[in-house]
């Protein structure tokens, strides 16, 4: 085993959407073991406005990397994407891989991630998170950056983020 991959969906997707599953795919093929944590539970409370399920998700992916016991990646997308940051600065993470990062849940919380190895893909027409704000933040850790012409769910660019997240575990 490479290592393990633990990809977090967002907020109203779930772990079978199609991004996390091409990033599953990649993952397999390369090696990896990994896992889809299912938050939709946390999702059905409609509580993310006032951060209110962000701490349950926190507390499942920390149980997650406590269960790997070996070297772990993080990936995730909008939501998954932050808390996969923010839970990054508890652990020993080999890698992230960010897609569509909310860099400021709100004001009050601003993604903070530990300095490994990153990775991100962000649509230049992201109708939530501004691709300037995204640009700064990884240009401050010095990230790797795709920036597509696409929307906050990446629709048009699935194949392109599996092969950025291929291109980052290749890399360890």
Partial sequence: MRGHCILSHGFESGPDATKVTALAD???????????????????RRDVSALGDVGARVQRL??????AGGPVVLAGSSLGAWISGRVSLEFDIKALFLMAPPVRLDTQFPLDAARVPTSIVHGWAD?????RDVVDWAQDRRATLLLVDDTHRLTRHVDASAQAFASLLQGL
């Fill in 26 to 44: 990649v993952a397999a093929r390369l090696g990896f073991t990994c896992e889809r944590p299912d938050y939709t539970d946390l999702d059905a």
């Fill in 127 to 131: 109708e939530l998170i501004p691709a």
């Fill in 62 to 67: 920390r149980e997650r990397i406590l269960a």
